[in-house]
């Protein structure tokens, strides 16, 4: 059996997806600042790749996940690039790469901090919520967007979020779509903790350093133990969301929903 000298081994990102190693902190940030770090395909397999890489490898200590510019992610691009993308991917395609990045925080037995400084929306917010310790500033705020343009929630968010909240407010979450602010998300227990924008980096930075200083095994153990009674019903849902996604990314409703947050415009929902 070849035994890999994890010491070796190196992390590479994409342009959109900036990942570095330090002092045991493994950072990934999502960089498409100019649409509030909408995801992509890529950005998405990049998170997996680099978590399955992680997992096994005893330098990472604590794993980062922060957006770059004034939000965390607005989810999925729905930009007229970002659907030209989607149709050479496939749409399901798509989909699997985004649950699979929130498997692969689920899964990783470092924990993962989010560090979340402004919008974090749609399948961003699956990402979010995922981490183990998710840090907000008082700018941040929380929002399922999708039923705006006609879609579902997807990347596990239906289990995330009724995990964190439960059933009513997840419900008020997902059909509404109302912003949720930072403040409110905190009375929820839907984030850890709530600092003014300026001292969020100082603070995440103080939670990163006391995990790095703690028992690795039994922080590991602990997460997954956590994970298992909570998140019991985190494939289900991965499952029915791919379902009903599936016939959602093809409908009327979906197309017009896209068009009209892109002309900035009330949609005229037809399906039925």
């Given at each position: 059996?070849?035994?890999?000298?994890?010491?070796?081994?190196?992390?590479?990102?994409?342009?959109?997806?900036?990942?570095?190693?330090?002092?045991?902190?493994?950072?990934?940030?999502?960089?498409?600042?100019?649409?509030?770090?909408?995801?992509?395909?890529?950005?998405?397999?990049?998170?997996?790749?680099?978590?399955?890489?992680?997992?096994?490898?005893?330098?990472?200590?604590?794993?980062?996940?922060?957006?770059?510019?004034?939000?965390?992610?607005?989810?999925?691009g729905i930009s007229d690039e970002d659907q030209a993308q989607k149709s050479v991917d496939g749409p399901e395609?798509?989909?699997?790469?985004?649950?699979?990045?929130?498997?692969?925080?689920?899964?990783?037995?470092?924990?993962?901090?989010?560090?979340?400084?402004?919008?974090?929306?749609?399948?961003?917010?699956?990402?979010?919520?995922?981490?183990?310790?998710?840090?907000?500033?008082?700018?941040?705020?929380?929002?399922?967007?999708?039923?705006?343009?006609?879609?579902?929630?997807?990347?596990?968010?239906?289990?995330?979020?009724?995990?964190?909240?439960?059933?009513?407010?997840?419900?008020?979450?997902?059909?509404?779509?109302?912003?949720?602010?930072?403040?409110?998300?905190?009375?929820?227990?839907l984030v850890t903790a709530v600092h003014p924008a300026e001292e969020l980096d100082a603070e995440a930075d103080?939670?990163?350093?006391?995990?790095?200083?703690?028992?690795?095994?039994s922080l590991r153990k602990t997460k997954h133990a956590i994970n298992a009674a909570t998140l019991t019903e985190?494939?289900?849902?991965?499952?029915?969301?791919?379902?009903?996604?599936?016939?959602?990314?093809?409908?009327?409703?979906?197309?017009?929903?896209?068009?009209?947050?892109?002309?900035?415009?009330?949609?005229?929902?037809?399906?039925?």
């Open positions: 059996m070849t035994t890999v000298d994890s010491s070796a081994q190196t992390y590479s990102g994409i342009d959109d997806l900036l990942v570095d190693l330090a002092d045991g902190v493994l950072s990934l940030t999502m960089n498409r600042p100019d649409s509030l770090n909408s995801l992509t395909a890529a950005m998405f397999r990049t998170i997996t790749s680099t978590l399955e890489q992680a997992a096994t490898d005893p330098r990472v200590k604590v794993v980062r996940l922060g957006g770059a510019g004034r939000g965390f992610s607005s989810g999925a395609s798509v989909l699997n790469a985004a649950n699979d990045a929130v498997r692969s925080i689920v899964d990783l037995p470092q924990p993962v901090v989010a560090v979340v400084q402004g919008p974090c929306a749609g399948v961003g917010a699956s990402l979010a919520l995922a981490s183990d310790v998710v840090m907000a500033s008082e700018k941040a705020f929380f929002m399922l967007a999708f039923t705006k343009i006609g879609l579902m929630p997807d990347g596990g968010a239906s289990a995330l979020i009724a995990a964190a909240v439960g059933r009513i407010r997840a419900m008020r979450m997902a059909l509404m779509g109302e912003r949720i602010s930072a403040g409110d998300a905190f009375d929820w227990g103080k939670v990163i350093s006391a995990l790095m200083d703690g028992p690795a095994v985190l494939e289900p849902a991965i499952a029915r969301e791919t379902e009903g996604q599936m016939v959602l990314l093809v409908s009327h409703d979906f197309r017009e929903g896209a068009r009209a947050f892109q002309e900035r415009r009330k949609p005229n929902f037809t399906d039925s």
